[in-house]
């Protein structure tokens, strides 16, 4: 369903994941396993200027694309939900893949930004960022149409950085980190109206998900070793969505807002007067799902969804985000279920996502800050990248009964 799910809770996942009030509609006790397999296929490109022996610019100038050379990422979720016969209260626990960005562009000569550090390149540029996320759910049934819902988060992260910009450059360029870990608490709040007519609305507001430092252990390329500390947040998230349901077929209509510009990690931007990277720099985001469920087949379900995402990456700061781009702008999603019984249905998805446009913007260099304020754009460079992704994921439900 693109993600739509505030205001058209079809599933407990869905539910769970956007709307805790929305689980209400659930009058039987519910187990809902997943697992996605995510591919994407992200190129990084860079122009910069070519110089002469004396430092003067010849007019000329030397560019260059990598392809990223990531493997398959798996994205589990696991969902369940249960109450008792007649009771106004309802109960739910999830374990979501929430969120995460990773790529692995490889040492290149022919590519100015992956050429080694010696010769003014960052080398093989790796991330690997995810974050699960923990859910205990209750909702109340305030009457037979409206329903409140509180789930307090916990949320468990993972940061590796090749090299790690967030860490102090000595001579021997920006070290690259072990894996380390970092816990987060948060929680989501929702409201959930149905009216007998079919139509339906939701609203919930996840709270910034607030983290401890990660603490990262940093080797440089002359195996010196230091170590640093940097926070990543998980931004709020605001929610409205619109639903309705006739007959053999369900329509749902969300909007978020993604609160990056409050949310440490993103909203610092340039450099540190050591010139490590201070943040990321992003810009809030506004998301727009809709997606349609037509049950006219017998035991087949099938559903289409679009997700439609602004770029948070303005355009002078695209060079902090060279670890993270998993921009996608457009989404396309078909799905379907297959009843196997009363009791247990098959799922199964297609996701297909495109970046559209690339985010490109000028080579950083804090050297630079002096003459090319505030960030040191490199004159006449060009760093830039785009991706499509695609992800097919499977699952089982089963109606466990009241």
Do not use: C
């Amino acid at each position: 369903m693109g993600g739509a799910a505030t205001g058209q809770p079809l599933d407990i996942s869905g539910a769970l994941q956007w709307n805790p009030a929305a689980i209400s509609v659930f009058d039987e006790n519910q187990l809902k396993l997943d697992i996605g397999f995510f591919f994407s296929s992200p190129e990084l490109s860079s122009t910069v200027p070519e110089f002469d022996s004396n430092g003067q610019p010849t007019g000329n100038f030397f560019s260059g694309t990598t392809e990223d050379d990531r493997g398959v990422s798996p994205l589990p979720a696991v969902a369940y939900v249960w109450s008792k016969p007649e009771s106004k209260h309802t109960f739910g626990l999830s374990a979501f893949g929430i969120s995460g960005f990773g790529v692995t562009f490889p040492e290149s000569a022919s590519n100015p930004i992956n050429m080694p550090q010696s010769m003014g390149g960052f080398g093989r540029v790796e991330s690997d960022y995810s974050l699960l996320q923990v859910g205990f759910t209750w909702a109340y049934e305030i009457s037979e149409e409206f329903s409140i819902g509180v789930e307090p988060n916990f949320n468990f992260a993972t940061l590796e950085l090749i090299p790690n910009p967030t860490a102090n450059p000595t001579g021997a360029g920006y070290p690259s980190t072990d894996k380390a870990s970092a816990i987060g608490f948060g929680a989501q709040f929702g409201l959930f109206y149905q009216s007998p007519t079919g139509f339906k609305a939701g609203a919930s507001y996840k709270t910034k998900q607030v983290f401890n430092d990660f603490s990262l252990d940093n080797t440089y390329l002359d195996n010196s070793t230091s170590s640093n500390d940097f926070k990543i947040n998980y931004p709020a998230i605001y929610s409205l969505g619109l639903g309705y349901s006739l007959g053999n077929v369900d329509l749902a209509l969300d909007y978020r807002l993604v609160d990056y510009e409050n949310t440490e990690g993103f909203q610092e931007r340039g450099w540190t007067n050591t010139f490590s990277v201070a943040g990321f720099g992003w810009e809030n985001i506004s998301i727009i799902s809709a997606g349609i469920q037509y049950k006219g087949v017998n035991k087949l379900p099938l559903r289409l969804g679009y997700t439609y995402s602004s770029n948070p990456i303005n355009s002078d700061l695209a060079f902090y985000s060279v670890p993270a781009t998993a921009i996608i702008k457009n989404a396309f999603q078909f799905g379907l279920s297959y009843e196997l019984s009363d009791k247990v249905s098959l799922d199964a998805v297609y996701h297909y996502g495109s970046s559209g446009d690339a985010t490109s913007g000028p080579l950083l260099n804090p050297q630079f800050i002096e003459n090319f304020p505030p960030y040191g754009a490199i004159p006449g460079s060009e760093v830039s990248y785009d991706m499509t992704t695609s992800m097919i994921m499977v699952g089982a439900s089963f109606n466990l009964g009241k």
